[in-house]
Structures are given as C-alpha cells and as structure tokens.
C-alpha cells in the first residue's frame, strides 16, 4: 500500500501549488475529486464533473461535502489510484473514518 500525501490549508495558501509540484516533479498522481456542479469554463479540468444521477451511483465515497448545493466528493477508487490527494479538514477527518487502513501523510500548508 502507498502512502497518500494528503494536502491541508485554507484556501489560498498554495495547496494545489504544492501538489502541482510533487505531481511535476516526482511523478506523483493527484486525485481529482468529483463534483455534481457544472464547469466553470469549457475545458476546466478541476473536477471530473458528473449529472447529479451520475453521482447517486457512485456510492463508496471516502470524503464528501455539498458546497451551495452541489456534491464534492472522492471515491475509495479515486484514493486508492493517487498519492497526492489536496483536501479539506472535514474531507480528511471522512477519509480517516472511511478508509482508516489508508496510511497517510497529513501536509497542512499556511501561508499568510
């Protein structure tokens, strides 16, 4: 099993600076999580964007959050093909109970 390099900090700090990074420069896969909200651009690659009855079948979530309405939310087969996963505080405390044999390295990144 590979340790999963889990990267946490409130928004602007440079978490997916970092994960950008060990993806470019290590050969690193991110995890790029799943959300039922439209893109914000054609082409953005952010999210793997799915219909809200796509989601509904996609059940073994490993963290998940609904933010103004649309699902977020990683797959135990999205965790289990990265190493590099950027996440917020409550999806990590999921993935801690939902996937508790997953051997993490928990990155918090501050920056002012």
């Not at 959050?65 to 505080?89: M, R, W």
């Amino acid at each position: 099993m590979n340790k999963k390099i889990m990267v946490v900090g409130r928004s602007g700090c440079g978490k997916d600076t970092l994960a950008y990074c060990l993806t470019k420069n290590h050969g690193l896969k991110q995890l790029i999580s799943t959300t039922t909200r439209p893109p914000r651009y054609t082409g953005e690659t952010a999210h793997v964007f799915v219909s809200e009855e796509e989601a509904n079948t996609m059940t073994e979530r490993v963290a998940e959050t609904v933010i103004n309405g649309y699902q977020y939310f990683a797959t135990k087969q999205q965790l289990d093909e990265c190493d590099v996963y950027v996440i917020d505080p409550k999806g990590l405390s999921d993935v801690c109970e939902r996937a508790p044999e997953t051997d993490l390295c928990v990155v918090y990144v501050q920056a002012s």
